[in-house]
């Protein structure tokens, strides 16, 4: 690095965020990145899709999670520098472009419309971001996409990216309890990154941030029970996904749909994985000019669209009229499901084609702790180490939960309840 570099390199743009104070992005190619068409849009992609239907102040952004994430990242490469683990000035510019832009590949309403507007997962679309950045930017996210990719030679510095506790979950944890109020989520961010170690390549936590781990642990499912996976929430987003596939079906068969050009794109088109490789520069043109806004415009103008299911979707996601949707431990019972058919055929004036969209099942599963995954590894006082499963100090099982949900329009609910009292 230049003198002229590292002098620039010095100053700095200030971001005042609600959840760490102030966070400084230095000029250069973090903050080019972040000024970036492609990175702004992240402004207009909210973080937790349709969870402030339940928590109202969950409005923050995709925007939002990616500078927190990488402001968590300079905390992190500056304890680890403190502990004598060797990164270059290059290598720390490298991973925190890699987090900055570890999510610049979502499309509306994040998680949500994934496989039904986009069939592409989140992260390639990231990785195929990345590569046409760095060919816009002459090769400077070289070594960030190897990072990002862990082909790179130092393996702490991907999962400080993507791994079980990287800076990403860090703080969309943090974030997340405190745009909804959720306070069971609050994580000790700061303690647990302070604690952090390399041993021989690869992210530790020392042994005294245990209990910190396991709070983190525990907080991570209270929020996916509690938050990402709340039956209102899941009903929003599963109606918002009928919606979008009605109006994809409805396009197929001829029938006008308004939308912008951005959406209009992927409801007439099923592009694959393959598509976006092959026609990388175009495919994520059409795909950034997508966002929620989008999304929001199309349903409230379809509102008063002529086919009855897509106007009956669009009114209950506007008008927040959403589906009931009951949450058990068990599968739900065929005869149970067939009697829930039967009242939506009396109640409601939708055709039997239409029942798969109005009445449906799934099921949602989330552990504690994975150790499928790459575990959390503990360095203890001695100098051995050894993975989080085996330490006896903490009460986190690794144990997968999976609950299944029955979904259906709420009138139905109501009329039901109304009958049983009045006989």
Not at 178 to 188: A, C, K, M, P
Not at 238 to 245: K, V
Not at 259 to 267: H, R
Request: net charge negative.
């Amino acid at each position: 690095m230049t003198p002229a570099h590292s002098a620039h390199m010095q100053h700095k743009k200030i971001f005042n965020d609600p959840v760490y104070g102030f966070v400084s992005v230095p000029y250069g190619i973090l903050f080019d990145l972040l000024e970036h068409p492609y990175f702004q849009r992240l402004r207009r992609i909210k973080q937790v899709s349709m969870t402030h239907y339940v928590y109202p102040g969950a409005l923050h952004t995709r925007f939002h999670h990616a500078l927190g994430a990488f402001h968590l990242m300079t905390q992190a490469l500056e304890v680890l520098g403190s502990k004598g683990v060797d990164i270059s000035p290059e290598e720390r510019e490298a991973a925190c472009i890699g987090i900055l832009l570890h999510d610049i590949g979502h499309g509306p309403f994040s998680h949500t419309l994934e496989n039904t507007l986009i069939r592409v997962p989140h992260e390639q679309l990231s990785l195929l971001f990345m590569q046409q950045l760095n060919e816009q930017f002459h090769g400077a996210l070289d070594l960030a996409i190897q990072i990002f990719q862990n082909t790179y030679g130092k393996h702490f510095l991907h999962q400080l990216i993507s791994g079980q506790l990287d800076m990403d979950r860090m703080d969309y944890l943090s974030r997340d309890s405190f745009y909804t109020g959720v306070y069971e989520g609050v994580i000790s961010y700061d303690r647990i990154i302070k604690m952090l170690a390399v041993h021989e390549g690869e992210l530790v936590v020392e042994e005294k941030g245990i209990y910190s781990l396991e709070k983190f642990l525990i907080a991570r499912r209270l929020m996916y029970w509690q938050v990402y996976l709340h039956k209102t929430v899941l009903s929003a987003e599963q109606m918002l996904i009928r919606a979008m596939a009605r109006a994809k079906e409805l396009v197929q068969q001829g029938a006008a749909v308004p939308a912008s050009s951005g959406l209009q794109f992927f409801l007439e088109n099923q592009p694959q994985a393959a598509d976006f490789h092959q026609h990388r520069e175009e495919m994520l043109e059409q795909f950034s000019r997508l966002d929620d806004f989008d999304i929001i415009a199309a349903l409230k103008e379809w509102v008063h669209h002529p086919d009855a299911l897509l106007a009956f979707f669009s009114r209950g996601l506007v008008h927040r009229r959403l589906f009931k949707l009951e949450l058990r431990n068990q599968p739900f019972e065929p005869e149970y499901v067939e009697a829930i058919r039967q009242r939506v055929r009396q109640q409601l004036p939708f055709e039997d084609e239409h029942l798969p969209y109005l009445v449906y099942q799934g099921e949602e599963t989330n552990s504690t702790y994975n150790t499928s995954k790459e575990e959390i590894v503990i360095l203890y006082k001695n100098g051995a180490v050894a993975p989080l499963s085996l330490n006896t100090d903490h009460d986190v099982q690794p144990r997968l939960v999976t609950k299944y949900y029955l979904s259906y329009p709420k009138e139905v609910a109501t009329a039901y309840r109304q009958r049983a009292v009045s006989h």
